[in-house]
Structure formats: C-alpha cells, structure tokens
C-alpha cells in the first residue's frame, strides 16, 4: 500500500511539473532567419507566428517568388528551434523516468 501511495504521490507532483512545463513552453520564443538575416521570423511555443521581418529590398514585385520561399525557410528555421527548446525542457523534466518508447507528450 505504501508504494501505490509513493506513486500516487510521484504522479501529482509529475503533473504538477508538466503543468509547469507547459506554461513554461508557452511563454518561449525561437527566431529562425533566411536569406542572410533578410526574412526572420518568430514564433511562440505553440508554434503560433508572432512577427516577420522582411528587409526592404527584397519587396520587388518580380522576386516574390523568392521572397515567398525565404519565409517558409525562416519559419521551418524557427520551427526547428523550437522544437529543440521543447525537446530539451522536456528531457530535463522527465530526466530519470522510464516512459515507455515511442511516447510522445502532449505539446
């Protein structure tokens, strides 16, 4: 009985400090940048873009193209950030637990 309370125990205070994980990734932001620093773009933890900066010449009409692939690189440069920041935080909390394999947690 003494270790279904240690775990009951073990269980909260997890939650507690995923809750706090959680919280915690919500409020970080990753830069990612493209084109030598002409297009960059923030994004918050949930992955939500918060601001694009574009440098002002490349707002030519003929190279939208081009300035249209700088974003989603600068994005997909921010979104690898990210997920290395969440990755890492999350490692740090769960440091020592066996979870089971191919687990994924819930942000």
Known sequence: ???????????????????GLQQEIAEITATGQSGGGL???????????SVLKIDPS??????????????IAAHNDAKSKLEAIIQEKTQELTSGLQLPAGLKLPF
Not at 39 to 49: C, F, Q, S
Not at 58 to 71: N, Q
Request: overall charge negative; glycine content about 6%; cysteine-free.
């Open 39 to 49: 297009v960059a773009v923030t994004l918050n933890g949930r992955g939500e873009m």
């Open 1 to 19: 009985m003494k270790d279904i309370m240690g775990m009951m125990k073990q269980a909260k205070a997890m939650q507690e400090k995923m809750q």
């Open 58 to 71: 490349l707002a030519k009409p003929d190279e939208a193209e081009i300035l249209e692939d700088l974003v």
